[in-house]
């Protein structure tokens, strides 16, 4: 495994972040497979991202019983991290375990408390979506999160990372949320390409609203992003090109190249993500012509 600490101890206690990839057994390499059956306890992270739940068992079958644990457990770790003082827990995340902060900041607080970290990486959806679908690795721009509304309220944020990278020519990958309540607790509902569909809705009429309601600033950056920002939420939802990719890096793998305005007629797949194409260049545009 690859070691972030090179304790002795770690062979009898300790923490392993161990990356499954994206969805299937077949998807987990040897090394993390084999870490997470050495393991004396393993925990699965179950509120960032999913596996389905015949692949958990399949999985059990193959490396032992695993306990879910969801945000407070991860976030607030002090009983995994008092469990791993005396005995080699597996942190069980689904695709590669410091994809997210939450857990480069476990890994930090286990080096904190003296406690051996080490981390077995996984296939990860932000690698495997850009080479799959045929678009340049070297032109997407920041990703981002499309999240629930919540009380008829939400936030515009990922629409403004998908129009700053859009006016500078760039792709963006955008993930979709999994947890109406944000409490990441559980009853968790992946969401639906419909929903994604509603979100932009609802964001592109509060980013309407707020362009109309304050003056635009004087620096040229905020100029260029205001106007940016007025073309793109004046825009039909028929004009903006989205792919849809449904359950990557599994047998199941589905990719569509449609629009907004026709994406919410799409059933989708256990898992879903979009992008949302900048620029794009002639072998680009072929390639994206291969999922119509």
Not at 49 to 63: F, G, S, T, Y
Not at 88 to 116: F, K, N, R, S, Y
Request: hydrophobic share 40%; proline share 5%.
């Amino acid at each position: 495994m690859a070691a972030t600490d090179t304790n002795d101890d770690a062979a009898t206690h300790g923490l392993i972040l161990v990356g499954m990839g994206l969805g299937h057994v077949e998807g987990m390499t040897v090394e993390a497979l084999e870490a997470a059956r050495k393991a004396d306890h393993r925990r699965y992270e179950a509120y960032t991202a999913l596996w389905p739940e015949d692949e958990l068992k399949r999985l059990e079958e193959q490396i032992g019983p695993i306990q879910r644990v969801m945000r407070p457990e991860v976030e607030q770790p002090d009983a995994l991290l008092k469990l791993a003082q005396s005995s080699t827990v597996a942190l069980l995340v689904v695709g590669d375990p410091l994809q997210a902060t939450t857990h480069v900041d476990l890994q930090l607080q286990a080096q904190e408390a003296g406690i051996p970290c080490e981390v077995v990486h996984g296939l990860s959806i932000t690698t495997v979506v850009t080479g799959a679908v045929g678009l340049s690795n070297y032109k997407f721009g920041r990703q981002t999160t499309l999240t629930y509304p919540y009380g008829g309220w939400v936030a515009t944020s990922p629409l403004e990372t998908i129009i700053s990278n859009d006016s500078q020519g760039m792709h963006t990958l955008a993930l979709l949320d999994l947890d109406p309540t944000g409490m990441g607790t559980g009853n968790q509902r992946p969401m639906t390409p419909a929903d994604a569909v509603e979100a932009m809705r609802m964001m592109m009429a509060k980013m309407l609203d707020q362009l109309d309601e304050r003056p635009g600033g004087d620096a040229p950056h905020s100029t260029h992003l205001r106007e940016a920002s007025e073309q793109y939420v004046n825009r039909s939802l028929g004009d903006i090109v989205v792919v849809l990719c449904s359950d990557m890096g599994t047998p199941s793998q589905r990719i569509v190249t449609t629009n907004l305005a026709a994406l919410s007629n799409i059933e989708g797949g256990r898992l879903n993500c979009l992008v949302f194409p900048g620029r794009t260049g002639e072998v680009e545009d072929n390639a994206l012509l291969r999922w119509r």
